[in-house]
C-alpha cells in the first residue's frame, strides 16, 4: 500500500461530495468510478450511500 494513499484519511464528507455522490449513484454508476471521482475510497463511499439510503450499480 502506497504511504500517499490515505494523505485524506477521514476528512468529514461536503455538502457537495455527498451532492456529486447522489447525482453518479443516480445515473447508475459503479462504486469505484464514483469513488475515483470523489477521490475517496470504495470503502468510505459504499459507507456514505449506505448511511444516505442509496443503491449503487453493482458491476457485471
Known amino acids: 500500500m502506497s504511504a500517499d494513499r490515505f494523505e485524506?484519511?477521514?476528512?468529514p464528507w461536503t455538502?457537495?461530495?455527498v451532492q456529486k455522490l447522489h447525482t453518479l449513484a443516480?445515473?447508475?454508476?459503479?462504486l469505484k468510478a464514483i469513488a475515483k471521482a470523489?477521490?475517496?475510497s470504495e470503502e468510505s463511499t459504499k459507507d456514505r450511500a449506505k448511511a444516505d439510503g442509496l443503491n449503487i450499480a453493482k458491476l457485471r
Request: charged residues 55%.
Open 26 to 30: 443516480k445515473k447508475g454508476m459503479a
Open 8 to 11: 485524506r484519511h477521514r476528512q
Open 15 to 17: 455538502p457537495d461530495e
Open 38 to 40: 470523489l477521490k475517496r
